[in-house]
Nanobody, 115 residues
Framework: QVQLEESGGGLVQAGESLRLSCVVS????????VGWYRQAPGEQREMVAR???????DYADSVKGRFSISRDNAKNTVDLQMNNLKPGDTGLYYC?????????WGQGTQVTVSS
């Protein structure tokens, strides 16, 4: 069974940066898509950024130009570099890996941005 483990969350001030990392047990290359999602209190979970096997990336409009996702198939990791963080970026960030066989989620890492 595939397991995903996130790390790198924390409490920062607006304008600062954080880097999230997700380690996938097993071959990340077997997944069509790996990405990051977040859920703020009282809100639905939303896609933040994802990267496809071929390297194409997709970002939520709210993070374009500030966040960058990278995938390392050799290390089975997917990282999310978050710059110029805003209070609206606060939430529980989840790593997700998806293929035609299904999907797997991590337990989440908390990101809190104070104004």
């Amino acid at each position: 069974q595939v397991q995903l483990e996130e790390s790198g969350g924390g409490l920062v001030q607006a304008g600062e940066s954080l880097r999230l990392s997700c380690v996938v047990s097993g071959s990340i290359f077997s997944f069509n898509t790996v990405g990051w999602y977040r859920q703020a209190p009282g809100e639905q979970r939303e896609m933040v950024a994802r990267v496809f096997r071929g390297g194409t990336t997709d970002y939520a409009d709210s993070v374009k130009g500030r966040f960058s996702i990278s995938r390392d198939n050799a290390k089975n990791t997917v990282d999310l570099q978050m710059n110029n963080l805003k209070p609206g970026d606060t939430g529980l960030y989840y790593c997700r890996a998806a293929s035609q066989r299904g999907e797997a989620w991590g337990q989440g890492t908390q990101v809190t941005v104070s104004s």
